[in-house]
């Protein structure tokens, strides 16, 4: 399989004089720097001086492969993940990425990809992920593709369409409480030797190489409209922010781009996990969450990759509530796109900050429509087909007849 | 916006010496060809003599706007539709081409540019559709996006996930008996001026522009792997699989392609009027239809255009059932890959007849899996986290622990 990569390397983000060798990937972050309180991720490390020119001169298009010089060893097969498109909205003067246009229409693909391909890599028998919606969903997927099993622990509050897309792609789905789910997603890698692919950590760290994936988005971006202004992010543990903003440090380090995007995080009111590091100077902390029906990002603990994208890029973490993700998600219906409540986050924190810019800014989209609370819940009124009851019906929507 | 169309004139299917101008587009089919039981479809003509040779150099990426010149006027904007990948399934020696990648998840995007183009290009306020699912929500979007109107008129049967679907871009969505639909299509285009893009018709024409948008699903495939040796396409009225074959046809008559890939159509064995006119030696015919979860496609009406689309390619119409679709459906899940039922009718009709091909075959597959019956539906149960019961099930599902 695809062996194009130049990946040296594991590197600490929490002291990047530490290196560890590129194999096994370090699933629980870095062991030397991560405190009782605080886990500190790796990223991946590569040969940039061997970048070949002209991989940034191909069209844009999907199989994260193309890629495959500045990724991870791609040794799990793809599903053409990736090459999702840019979409101008005039009204609001951004642009979205429409990250619905994955193989299981979300942006975890481009991280399966490359997590499921690092279990492929050392050989684990299946791989294992706590996850109540796309995440989990995703990683049975690329399990599936690449001939591993899957085991997706889920919780019983997932969202009916989601049980049905969780349960598809073969995979053997548990639901279990909430709190039980890292403990036994920690025990079943034990036992069975199953490659975890979400995080188990006190403060977020996730897998190793799976955020490596998302630089595609960064690469994607900058192949059509260049370095926006800013990109505008829906964030619950970070990895999406992280991942897209080495992309474009990347762009920046080969001399292909003069500067990165300020990253803004938008996570929901609810809880917030970075904006409260942020706000105290911590490096990734924990926040007792409340309700909200972008339950996709609605994490309790936060993660350090995140605090560095912000930091690095004079970005921000903005908080989005439930009414401004409502109206966000509505206007972008009204505009052809129809997304989760969480993939929302972008257009509605841009909203609270758009003054504050004039170049071209970029939403990210997450996920589809369909993952979210309340879908299938519609119970359609028969309406009476008599010509009169049909033109009353459509005056009332303003609807000349 | 985009008037780099080619297009001349529409023509007749039924009597091809009889031309038409291209505006307005004919939304009841050929006026002097149709007779009291067969409405006749009609097609764009296009200055075939013109056609810039960059056209098929150029890379498959998403937005139709790039096959501009074959297709008619696009006058309403895009959501980035087209640019689908064809993945690769080994078990079964096919590609699939994924348009569940789509912006609003299904080929119907392709279809629903042209349409709503042509809606803009009349100055109609709005457009009129009957759909219970993709197609509806498609125009939905695609009107939204325009700036017009939209009034859906779907059945009561429509699944959960998909009402709320159909719902989520903004547009009048009246349920009303599924017989009413017609006729009040047919009134509610001629009281309000909003174009009609879903059939009229006593066997099937639609819309006059539509079908041309799936030409490019032949561009496509062209380009990434050249003519393959057939085509499995879901069919309900025929539209696909008629645009998808014209498109190689067109391929052929520009001198860039040998010869078409035969086309097979897949209907479910629960009605299947194609598969009864080609067996009578009718243009076009109806049926009664039995009961099958395949919705999407079990179509009471055929059309002339799959007709045609078979009788020059030397195909078959080819009746699937729900246990072969169901087989197909599952075994396109374990490939990482969730459609809804209807979608597997391309695998399934391929896997009848698989002996008969060595070249690559193209299965097309239409649609995500959350548009399907009974999603949604899954009651999960909640499993006791111990550890004994969790290794219970685990072994249960052969996962040595």
């Known amino acids: 399989m695809n062996d194009l990569s130049l990946a040296t390397g594991q590197r600490s983000l929490g002291d990047p004089d530490l290196r560890y060798p590129l194999w096994p990937p370090l699933t629980r972050g870095c062991p030397a720097s991560s405190t009782d309180t605080t886990s500190y991720p790796v990223e991946v490390d590569y040969d940039y001086d061997r970048v070949p020119v002209e991989l940034f001169q191909q069209p844009v298009g999907s199989g994260l492969d193309r890629w495959a010089p500045l990724l991870p060893p791609l040794r799990a097969?793809?599903?053409?993940?990736?090459?999702?498109?840019?979409?101008?909205?005039?009204?609001?003067?951004?642009?979205?990425?429409?990250?619905?246009?994955?193989?299981?229409?979300?942006?975890?693909?481009?991280?399966?990809?490359?997590?499921?391909?690092?279990?492929?890599?050392?050989?684990?028998?299946?791989?294992?992920?706590?996850?109540?919606?796309?995440?989990?969903?995703?990683?049975?997927?690329?399990?599936?593709?690449?001939?591993?099993?899957?085991?997706?622990?889920?919780?019983?509050?997932?969202?009916?369409?989601?049980?049905?897309?969780?349960?598809?792609?073969?995979?053997?789905?548990?639901?279990?409480?909430?709190?039980?789910?890292?403990?036994?997603?920690?025990?079943?890698?034990?036992?069975?030797?199953?490659?975890?692919?979400?995080?188990?950590?006190?403060?977020?760290?996730?897998?190793?190489?799976?955020?490596?994936?998302?630089?595609?988005?960064?690469?994607?971006?900058?192949?059509?409209?260049?370095?926006?202004?800013?990109?505008?992010?829906?964030?619950?543990?970070?990895?999406?922010?992280?991942?897209?903003?080495?992309?474009?440090?990347?762009?920046?380090?080969?001399?292909?781009?003069?500067?990165?995007?300020?990253?803004?995080?938008?996570?929901?009111?609810?809880?917030?996990?970075?904006n409260r590091a942020l706000a105290e100077g911590l490096p990734a902390t924990s926040v007792e969450i409340g309700p909200t029906d972008a339950y996709g990002i609605n994490c309790p603990v936060g993660g350090y990759r995140a605090t560095v994208a912000v930091r690095e890029s004079v970005g921000r973490a903005l908080l989005v509530d439930d009414a401004e993700l409502a109206q966000a998600q509505q206007d972008l219906g009204r505009s052809g796109l129809w997304y989760e409540l969480s993939s929302a986050a972008g257009l509605a924190g841009f909203r609270q900050v758009r003054d504050e810019f004039d170049g071209p800014v970029v939403c990210v989209a997450t996920s589809s429509g369909f993952k979210d609370i309340g879908v299938g819940g519609v119970q359609p009124e028969v309406v009476d087909p008599d010509w009169d009851v049909v033109r009353r019906r459509l005056r009332t929507a303003d609807i000349a007849c």
């Open 77 to 274: 097969p793809g599903l053409g993940e990736g090459g999702t498109p840019l979409i101008e909205i005039p009204a609001d003067g951004v642009f979205i990425k429409d990250e619905s246009r994955n193989p299981t229409w979300s942006h975890k693909d481009r991280l399966n990809r490359v997590a499921v391909s690092a279990a492929a890599g050392v050989g684990a028998p299946g791989v294992v992920v706590a996850s109540s919606g796309n995440h989990g969903a995703s990683a049975a997927a690329y399990a599936a593709r690449a001939g591993l099993r899957c085991v997706v622990l889920t919780s019983a509050e997932a969202p009916p369409a989601v049980n049905s897309f969780v349960r598809s792609y073969g995979a053997v789905v548990l639901s279990v409480p909430t709190p039980a789910r890292w403990p036994l997603l920690r025990r079943i890698a034990a036992e069975t030797g199953f490659h975890p692919v979400s995080n188990s950590t006190t403060t977020h760290t996730g897998h190793a190489f799976g955020p490596e994936g998302y630089k595609t988005i960064a690469y994607e971006i900058f192949a059509e409209i260049g370095v926006p202004a800013a990109l505008f992010v829906p964030t619950g543990y970070g990895e999406l922010l992280f991942g897209a903003w080495k992309g474009f440090a990347e762009l920046v380090r080969l001399g292909l781009a003069p500067a990165t995007p300020r990253m803004f995080a938008c996570e929901p009111a609810a809880g917030g996990p970075l």
